[in-house]
């Protein structure tokens, strides 16, 4: 597969492969060079979604002179976003705004089922989906986010009250995502009901399951724990802004 999207000045199209060993060890990059290389835009070794689809940048574990300038040209600028790790140094010009610990969670063990009270959800269904987004604030969604993979909700006399779904999706291997239940209706299994439903999809094409959390959602993952999944990783995400001025792009 050859992926020609690039932007700003002339610059080679991404490599074939990438340096991870392991698919989840880059989860982004080895989804854009994959499922979802439709989505891809590069610019040398930085690779990001469609941000109408997701905000996510793939980069390589360490950031060299020429990763920083394709950096600032794919987040334009002032544009942030989040790097997987912790140690990077940016340019002058740049600013680290925060660092945030996470966890990623493998779903070899999930005990999946499929749950025919579920509907997939629909790009009809986004405007409800933002709308339940906002209530709960399970992570970043945006408006074609839903185009990532499969999302089942459940809905209760006709209102949709909670939902999970696919988002990143490497060789072999399909994230879970956007959990989230509205608080009326916590406590009463669906959160489980959704992993469950949505990891029996994964499985049904020869996939396995995983996931991301935040390393302080401590609720969070001791139900995914419970559930199966097994802590793969522990990481950092840095949170880094670009400069302002274009000019500083230029290397």
């Known amino acids: 597969m050859t992926i020609d999207t690039t932007i700003g000045r002339d610059r080679p199209v991404a490599p074939e492969t990438t340096d991870a060993p392991h698919p989840l060890d880059d989860p982004v990059r080895t989804s854009l060079h994959g499922e979802h290389h439709r989505f891809a835009t590069w610019s040398g070794r930085i690779g990001r979604y469609d941000p109408q689809v997701t905000r996510f940048v793939g980069h390589p574990p360490q950031l060299d002179q020429q990763d920083w300038a394709d950096l600032a040209v794919i987040l334009g600028p002032g544009g942030a976003t989040g790097l997987r790790g912790a140690g990077h140094v940016p340019p002058d010009g740049w600013t680290v705004l925060d660092e945030k610990g996470s966890v990623q969670m493998d779903g070899t063990a999930l005990r999946v089922a499929h749950d025919p009270e579920l509907e997939v959800l629909t790009p009809a269904d986004v405007p409800e989906i933002l709308d339940l987004i906002a209530r709960t604030e399970p992570g970043p969604f945006t408006s074609r986010t839903i185009e990532m993979g499969t999302y089942l909700g459940l809905r209760v006399n006709g209102r ?49 399951p995983f996931l991301h959390a935040l390393a302080t959602n401590t609720t969070a993952i001791s139900l995914y724990e419970t559930l199966g999944f097994t802590l793969r990783n522990r990481s950092v995400l840095t949170i880094v802004q670009a400069p302002d001025a274009p000019s500083a792009f230029r290397s």
């Open 160 to 208: 949709l009250v909670a939902m999970a779904g696919e988002r990143l999706h490497p060789p072999g291997w399909t994230e879970i995502s956007a959990v989230c239940t509205d608080a009326e209706f916590r406590g009463r299994g669906i959160a489980t009901r959704l992993v469950r439903a949505v990891g029996a999809g994964i499985r049904d094409r020869g996939e396995i």
